[in-house]
């Protein structure tokens, strides 16, 4: 009776994780088998498997999308905008979360206001101020355009780290003499690597899918990044499925790695996110 009663218990639970994972899987699947198909068949049979599983589409979409050209562009902007990200945001974090300033709990509320202001509808403004700045067509642009559209998300989730931090490691830091930078880089950094790691793959994921941004600044071909290079394969009159979605596939490869790498802190910070 207990195990029933058990079993019952969590069922819901269970229910709403075999939802969420044929919800997550089902597209994956189509994906996956997708790439091994040509354009005629995925429309002749689009859920079962490929008649062949050579690697046409993925040799056509390295070739024909510069597929190396644009994954360079990519990592380039990728890891550009989560490096300054997180510089910046610890920069802004530390005195939020350690200082007893009048203008700490004003500042933090103009920060989270960056999370409700959707930055799209200012693209105007935006192109026009990067014209201005000459930084249209450029990677620091589309650097410093996604490291302020993340960098609210960012403060935020490191604020409140650094504010579980305890004191007396700050204070014992200070009595050997370190300053803020050393406090901040040496001692409170790697006491939150948690909500870096959240910030890293968050930012990332972001940044690697954005077709948007790179539309707008972006006019010279070889500076094309992935999603705005994939493109090249939707036509007017047809549009290479197999090819595209072998490319999409290449393209989700890098975000998985990195992923396996800052999941440990992803955990961890939930987790900690949990007990706090």
């Known amino acids: 009776m207990t195990k029933l009663r058990n079993f019952i218990g969590r069922l819901p639970a269970n229910a709403l994780l ?6 997550i899987g089902i597209p994956l699947y189509l994906l996956t088998v997708s790439t ?4 005629l068949e995925i429309y002749q049979n689009p859920i079962g498997l490929p008649n062949s599983w050579g690697l046409d589409n993925f040799i056509e979409a390295w070739v024909r999308a510069n597929f190396s050209v644009y994954t360079i562009n990519s990592v380039i902007v990728t890891v550009g905008s989560v490096v300054l990200t997180i510089v910046l945001a610890l920069l802004a974090s530390y005195p939020l979360s350690r200082m007893k300033a009048w203008w700490a709990v004003p500042m933090l509320g103009f920060f989270l206001m960056g999370l ?9 403004e935006l ?3 990067m014209r201005d700045l000459g930084l249209l067509n450029s990677y620091l642009g589309l650097i410093l355009v996604y490291t302020a559209t993340r960098l609210p998300f960012a403060v935020f989730i490191l604020s409140n ?13 200070r009595i050997d003499g370190a300053g803020h930078l050393r406090l901040l880089f040496s001692i409170l950094a ?6 870096i790691g959240i910030v890293t793959i968050f930012t990332a994921i972001a940044v690697w899918n954005d077709f948007y941004f790179p539309l707008l ?3 010279e071909p070889s500076m094309r990044t992935l999603p705005l290079g994939l493109s090249t394969f939707v036509g007017q009159y047809g549009t290479d499925w197999g090819v595209l979605f072998a490319g999409l596939f290449m393209s989700m490869i890098p975000l998985v790695i990195l992923f396996l790498f800052t999941s440990r802190q992803v ?10």
Not at 18 to 23: N, P
Not at 117 to 124: I, K, M, Q, T
């Open 18 to 23: 075999i939802f969420w994972t044929l919800l």
């Open 36 to 39: 091994f198909k040509s354009t």
């Open 116 to 124: 409700l202001v959707p930055v799209r509808l200012a693209s105007v």
């Open 127 to 129: 192109f026009m101020l």
């Open 161 to 173: 780290f650094m504010r579980a931090v305890p004191k007396e490691i700050e204070e014992a830091s």
């Open 190 to 195: 790697p006491q939150v690597k948690p909500a």
């Open 217 to 219: 600044f972006i006019f």
């Open 267 to 276: 955990r961890e910070g939930v987790g900690a996110g949990g007990v706090k």
